[in-house]
């Protein structure tokens, strides 16, 4: 089974201050990871994903398959950071399988100044 | 807006009622999906489409629940005589069909339809 699991609700960190917000997944397959996130009064978007590699808004996630995690980390959180966060993973896509999308509870963070 | 819009956005329905969403996707995008999300949750899976193919269905779907696309572009989503259970936001997103790269299927979401079952 697959399953997705973000262990904090809330993380509250003052502006500057390094954060790290935790994902971990089960699955036997070869996994494909996501961060998703949504601001006050947005629409769910695209963070990043573990394919990628990449650094967005400042933020960076690397896929541990030893640990089965795909922790969200940036140095130094910024106000506008303030979001909800869902960690979400893929099955590796076979034909006219996998496709859909298992999220996670989410993790609210919240940047004070 | 060329997003994907959901239709509508609010329902408020007595129990036993049945109500439908509607979901139009990004104009080129083949795959449709359906979630739910409740307070405090992530959105769980429904169902979702490739084209006018539903592809998987959720095992924990009610059989009150019926998602069709029938000419591939629009969806919608029935629930037929509604429970209090069933009260959440019920989201869709849409991807691109996914050219083999593993982890570009970007999923690009609508802003919802709350529903609320009184």
């Known amino acids: 089974a697959q399953r997705v699991t973000q262990p904090e609700k809330l993380l509250s960190v003052f502006k500057g201050a390094p954060v790290e917000l935790k994902c971990n997944y089960s699955y036997s397959g070869s996994p494909e990871l996501f961060w998703y996130v949504q601001y006050s009064r947005q629409r769910l978007q695209l963070l990043l994903r573990h394919i990628s590699r990449e650094s967005i808004k400042g933020f960076t996630a690397d896929l541990n398959k030893g640990e089965t995690s795909f922790h969200l980390k940036k140095p130094f959180a910024q106000e506008e950071d303030s979001a909800m966060y869902y960690c979400a993973l893929r099955a590796k896509m076979i034909y006219n399988q996998g496709g859909k999308l298992i999220f996670g509870q989410g993790t609210e963070l919240s940047v004070k100044p | 807006d060329t997003g994907v819009s959901q239709n509508p956005r609010h329902k408020i329905t007595k129990r036993g009622q049945n109500v439908t969403f509607r979901c139009d996707p990004i104009s080129e995008h083949n795959r449709l999906y359906w979630y739910r999300q409740t307070l405090g949750q992530g959105p769980e899976f429904l169902t979702y489409f490739q084209n006018e193919a539903q592809l998987e269905k959720s095992r924990l779907l009610s059989d009150r629940f019926s998602a069709e696309r029938p000419k591939g572009s629009f969806s919608t989503l029935e629930i037929q005589r509604t429970e209090q259970g069933d009260s959440a936001m019920y989201l869709c997103?849409?991807?691109?069909?996914?050219?083999?790269?593993?982890?570009?299927?970007?999923?690009?979401f609508g802003e919802g339809s709350r529903l609320t079952v009184l």
């Open positions: 997103a849409s991807s691109p069909l996914q050219t083999g790269i593993p982890g570009t299927g970007e999923l690009f």
